[in-house]
């Protein structure tokens, strides 16, 4: 990554300080200043990277406080101003009647090479939302997005800017955003406005929006996405769980709904009658969680990470990192050295199973409802297995047994009947070779659904296929520039296509 706001940006927002901490802070301080911290009674802070330093031996006076505000722009109703012609942002903190009692002087960098590890998923032109802390380079991200987007691949950029935070104070923006247009937004509460405002009037192949974080601001969202527009955002949360669970902003990922299940399909599934479930399909189609600045949890299918946390299961995803990529099972990630399926011929006969902190009871109830050739066994010297709840799996007694033992180990994430009986299942599926025959007929129904959408322009769904033919579906169904989306969890995974 790359610097590429001048030094003289920095002086600016120095130079609005008073005196005395004008001094403590000389123009050729740290370049990995954070941010300024001016309390009322209180030392000034430098925020640094992993440290904080006082200036000075002086608290922060009504006088010290009025100098800075002197000299920044106008304060929204966020509380928010800026330096006119830099990225640097000034927010306040009030006492009850309306006075400013603090400040935090934030430095605004202009950043290169903060999105190549995901650059590919800007250029895929699906929508992409970022989630992480504050701090941790979400807006920086944006920035660049746009300029790329609007610089190296012509297209027409609007950058929704609440805060001024994206393009810079005044009303022209800041070269860090490129040629992406800018629309500035009067009140936090007109936001969802003028992001309708932006595709009705301008005619935008992308937008960018920082801090989606109401329900408006979410109808809005999904509204632009429906009219063919790419939306790259940010919203309030660390990680897509939190989003899912969150009710206000669950639509941005497909949204959340209760179904009551007849008997037969809650058996099937091994679960209570009412679940959750998708709603519908996700604005945004990509989600990256932002752990650091270069370390990030990549969520290609976002439709398929949010069915996996609603059916219990972890997200999945891939983790990428400077060093590398490493793929997020959607299984538990607990094994020990032997762990994986059991052999074939383990698998002819009755398998013992040995449960470690799971209910022995509800093992054998999931057994009998699935008809699953096993029995549950109390010394683990006479099993074929052990099934244990992974948040129990670095147990020293366990670790003893594994070893005694060498016995696989397989973990559920909680002690409930759906998520023993997929355990179960994925340990008694063979998997069946893909045939000549096989690939023919799902190539054939494939090119016929797809005549079928493009003809009277409805959703599709295709017969349960293994991934080995899914991946075939979904690259007919690419060549169409439709839109295929995986539904469902196997055996009975299958494609959904949808019109563009």
Do not use: W
């Amino acid at each position: 990554m790359t610097m590429t706001s001048p030094p003289e940006e920095t002086k600016l927002l120095l130079q609005i300080l008073p005196s005395p901490l004008l001094e403590k802070l000389s123009l050729n301080s740290d370049e990995s200043l954070l941010e300024i911290v001016m309390d009322l009674g209180r030392l000034p802070e430098a925020r640094y990277p992993g440290r904080t330093v006082k200036l000075g031996e002086a608290p922060v006076t009504f006088a010290d406080i009025a100098h800075v505000v002197s000299q920044v722009g106008e304060f929204g109703a966020d509380n928010r101003a800026g330096i006119e012609a830099t990225l640097h942002r000034i927010s306040a903190i009030r006492n009850r009647k309306g006075q400013i009692i603090g400040l935090t002087l934030r430095v605004g960098r202009a950043v290169t090479g903060t999105i190549d590890q995901i650059r590919d998923l800007i250029e895929s032109g699906r929508s992409l939302l970022l989630l992480g802390r504050p701090g941790v380079g979400k807006t920086t991200k944006l920035r660049e997005v746009a300029r790329i987007l609007a610089d190296e691949f012509g297209k027409r950029v609007v950058v929704i800017d609440t805060s001024n935070e994206i393009g810079g104070d005044g009303d022209i923006p800041h070269p860090a955003i490129g040629g992406a247009r800018r629309m500035q937004v009067p009140h936090p509460d007109r936001q969802h406005q003028v992001m309708i405002e932006a595709v009705e009037n301008h005619m935008p192949e992308v937008i960018v929006i920082d801090e989606i974080g109401s329900e408006a601001e979410a109808l809005a969202a999904r509204t632009i996405a429906e009219r063919g527009v790419q939306l790259i955002g940010t919203a309030h949360g660390n990680t897509l769980e939190n989003l899912v669970r969150n009710p206000t902003l669950s639509d941005l990922v497909g949204g959340v709904q209760t179904v009551t299940l007849g008997d037969d399909e809650a058996r099937f599934r091994g679960t209570q009658k009412t679940v959750s479930e998708r709603k519908g399909s996700p604005t945004f189609e990509q989600v990256v969680e932002l752990v650091d600045r270069d370390d990030m949890i990549v969520h290609s299918d976002a439709a398929g990470a949010v069915d996996a946390i609603l059916r219990g299961e972890e997200a999945g995803g891939v983790r990428r990192t400077p060093q590398g990529e490493v793929p997020l099972s959607r299984d538990e990630p607990c094994s020990n050295s032997s762990a994986g399926q059991l052999s074939v011929e383990t698998l002819k006969g009755e398998v013992r199973i040995y449960p470690y902190a799971i209910s022995r009871d509800q093992v054998e109830r999931v057994i009998r409802s699935f008809r699953f050739d096993a029995r549950t066994v109390a010394n683990p010297e006479k099993a074929d297995m052990v099934l244990a709840l992974r948040s129990r799996a670095e147990d020293a007694r366990l670790r003893r047994i594994l070893q005694a033992t060498g016995l696989p180990l397989h973990c559920v994430k909680k002690n409930s009947t759906a998520q023993i009986r997929r355990q179960l299942n994925h340990i008694f599926s063979q998997p069946r070779e893909v045939g000549d025959d096989d690939i023919d007929a799902a190539v054939q129904e494939t090119e016929t659904a797809v005549q079928k959408v493009l003809a009277e322009s409805v959703a599709v769904e295709l017969s349960p296929q293994s991934p080995e033919i899914r991946k075939i579906q979904h690259h007919i169904v690419s060549r169409y520039h439709l839109i295929a989306e995986s539904v469902g969890s196997d055996p009975v995974r299958r494609l959904v296509i949808h019109p563009n």
